[in-house]
């Protein structure tokens, strides 16, 4: 048994346990402290049930609009009660303490005399408790004082927002219309200590289209005044030394992975002219190990300094932490992946540790010969289903679909779901895309699958032979490994 193996191996399992550690005992609580207090803003502010739904609505008339614009500013003006004094307005300073009002920022598009191009114009306007929905019912007085209306009135927007007109007339020109304002919580955590946080919010309405007249979305973002905590500076502190302790102990395997990646180098651009060529580097193998050692090395030490610089850091956006958790779970995982090299101290389980290099060593090939049909097919879905299928409203949400269609799952209603064209060409391109995918997509996996076997059933064969060499009975055993494994791909190919 190599000591420096069985060294990085004790200090692989303290280092997931450090991690794990730090994420149920720290990170998940925080980030569980975040999510309540945003949903109970959203409840609050825009009568939201649901964590998972958002706040968004779909608002389908302007008096509905009227009617939701105004719920949010009494809101906004009544959440220290409501919020039991969780959440605070800021005030315009010391000996005034009347909140901070709401700004919002309508935007039009203005058409000029003798020109065909729209411009857009953006005002702002302070709401008020007194005269909420001013700038959309009464709009002369506020844009005269903004100046808008003192010039000769040259275009039909000027006119509309500087005489008297109907309030329908103003949104006809209207492209969108954002609110926006903050709030100030205390927060008191689970270990007694209060939380500042400074909590942004904007509520955005956007215009246009067919369906509902305006469509609300909504945007939450913090920045939480921090201060040092034990914990986590313990735990970080803790795992920066062992990461670069283990880093240490595979300097002397190094080397080897320099070797590895110069004769994948120099396979790649021999290949270029003499075809498909696979270098006898068997003794090289499991050097995915190595890599993946390292890479989880590399986060794990960049989870525990970019922990650190936060906690000393005197503000700290919801963004960062985020990033912070993202870190964290990615380490996680490569340091579990990483223990499966633990098994090698069994002989009796020798072979899982095999079946993962060789596995991890044909990965990059599976991924280079399956995903360019993947992707060809998510774009073309995306293109033609995009616009009214939510299963393909994007080019990840395509990848997601089609991957859970090759596997079986929700088949049907996918299909039902795309077949729901208006058109006879669209329904035909329909039975044509998924048909076609299931056939050559699967079929492709399978060839590669195939493929894959059959190298590694080569690779076999060549290391087989190179040991066995020079000895009848072992030459017995290698005809026969040679016959099993020759039948079981004749069942593949049958």
């Known amino acids: 048994m190599n000591p420096k193996l069985f060294s990085t191996d004790v200090i692989d399992c303290v280092i997931l346990f450090l991690l794990v550690l730090f994420a149920f005992g720290y990170q998940t609580v925080r980030n569980q402290e975040r999510v309540d207090a945003q949903f109970e803003l959203a409840a609050s502010l825009f009568g939201a049930k649901d964590k998972s739904a958002g706040a968004e609505k779909s608002i389908s008339s302007v008096k509905d609009f009227f009617t939701v614009f105004k719920g949010i500013i009494d809101a906004y003006y009544h959440i220290p009660a409501a919020a039991t004094g969780t959440f605070m307005h800021y005030t315009y300073g010391v000996g005034n303490f009347t909140p901070l009002v709401p700004v919002v920022e309508i935007t039009f598009h203005d058409r000029p005399q003798n020109s065909l191009a729209k411009v857009p114009l953006v005002f702002s306007f302070d709401v008020q408790a007194?005269?909420?929905?001013?700038p959309f019912i009464s709009p002369q007085s506020y844009y005269y004082q903004n100046g808008f209306c003192g010039d000769e009135v040259t275009s039909r927007l000027r006119y509309i927002l500087c005489q008297t007109s109907s309030t329908l007339d103003v949104f006809d020109n209207v492209d969108k219309v954002k609110l926006s304002f903050q709030l100030y919580s205390m927060r008191r955590s689970d270990d007694g200590r209060v939380r500042p946080a400074e909590w942004d919010i904007e509520v955005m309405f956007g215009m246009g289209g067919y369906g509902p007249v305006i469509t609300m979305t909504t945007s939450f973002s913090s920045i939480e005044e921090r201060f040092p905590q034990r914990f986590p500076v313990m735990m970080s502190c803790a795992v920066a030394p062992l990461v670069l302790l283990s880093f240490l102990f595979r300097m002397d395997r190094i080397s080897q992975l320099v070797t590895y990646v110069k004769v994948v180098l120099t396979t790649w651009r021999r290949s270029r002219w003499y075809g498909r060529l696979r270098p006898?580097?068997?003794?090289?193998?499991?050097?995915?190990?190595?890599?993946?050692?390292?890479?989880?090395?590399?986060?794990?030490?960049?989870?525990?300094?970019?922990?650190?610089?936060i906690q000393f850091t005197p503000k700290v956006s919801g963004t960062t932490e985020h990033a912070l958790t993202v870190l964290l779970g990615f380490a996680a995982f490569m340091r579990s992946t990483q223990l499966i090299s633990v098994l090698k101290l069994s002989p009796s389980l020798c072979v899982v540790v095999?079946?993962?290099?060789?596995?991890?060593?044909?990965?990059?090939m599976y991924v280079v010969a399956v995903f360019p049909i993947l992707l060809g097919y998510s774009v073309c879905g995306f293109i033609v289903y995009g616009s009214y299928q939510s299963y393909f409203k994007t080019v990840p949400y395509s990848i997601v679909t089609l991957i859970c269609a090759a596997f079986g799952d929700n088949l049907i209603d996918t299909f039902v779901d795309m077949d729901r064209g208006a058109y006879v060409v669209q329904v035909l391109f329909t039975r044509i895309f998924f048909g076609s995918f299931l056939a050559f997509f699967i079929c492709n996996v399978l060839n590669v699958a195939y493929s894959i076997i059959q190298d590694s059933y080569n690779q076999a064969i060549r290391?087989?032979?190179?040991?066995?060499?020079?000895?009848?009975?072992?030459?017995g055993s290698g005809t026969r490994l040679t016959e099993e494994l020759r039948e079981i791909l004749g069942k593949l190919r049958g």
């Open 463 to 475: 290391m087989h032979g190179a040991t066995s060499s020079g000895t009848t009975g072992a030459n």
């Open 280 to 309: 006898d580097n068997s003794g090289l193998r499991g050097q995915s190990f190595l890599l993946l050692g390292v890479f989880s090395d590399i986060v794990a030490l960049a989870f525990s300094i970019t922990s650190l610089v």
């Open 354 to 364: 095999d079946g993962f290099v060789t596995a991890s060593d044909q990965l990059f």
């Open 130 to 134: 007194s005269d909420v929905l001013g």
